[in-house]
C-alpha cells in the first residue's frame, strides 16, 4: 500500500527500478575480455591462477581491493534521494 499522492505500484515500481540499475551496475564492473599479464596501475605480473579465474582481469589483488574500496566510497552517495529529502 503506497501512501501520499503516489498509486499503489508506485512503490514497488520504485524498488524494481533500484534493483535493476544495482543488477545493471554490477554487471558493467565485471571484468570482461582477455586477461591482461600485468597489472594496470602497478604493472605487477599477474598470477595465471587469477588470470584463468577471472577473465578479463586487469589489476593485481593489491590495486583490485584499492580500485573496489574507491568504488564503494562513491556508491554511497544516494543519487535518487529520499522522499523526506526531498520535503526540507
Not at 501520499?4 to 571484468?31: C, H, M, N
Not at 582477455?34 to 605487477?44: D, G, K, N, V
Not at 589489476?59 to 535518487?80: D, M
Request: net charge neutral; glycine share 4%.
Amino acid at each position: 500500500m503506497a501512501v501520499g499522492w503516489s498509486r499503489d505500484e508506485a512503490v514497488q515500481e520504485q524498488i524494481d527500478a533500484t534493483v535493476d540499475s544495482a543488477v545493471e551496475l554490477a554487471k558493467s564492473r565485471l571484468p570482461h575480455g582477455e586477461s591482461l599479464t600485468h597489472c594496470e596501475e602497478c604493472e605487477a605480473p599477474i598470477p595465471e591462477a587469477r588470470r584463468k579465474a577471472l577473465p578479463g582481469v586487469r589489476y593485481c589483488v593489491k590495486c583490485q581491493s584499492e580500485h573496489e574500496k574507491r568504488l564503494k566510497a562513491e556508491a554511497l552517495y544516494n543519487r535518487r534521494g529520499s522522499k523526506d529529502s526531498q520535503l526540507r
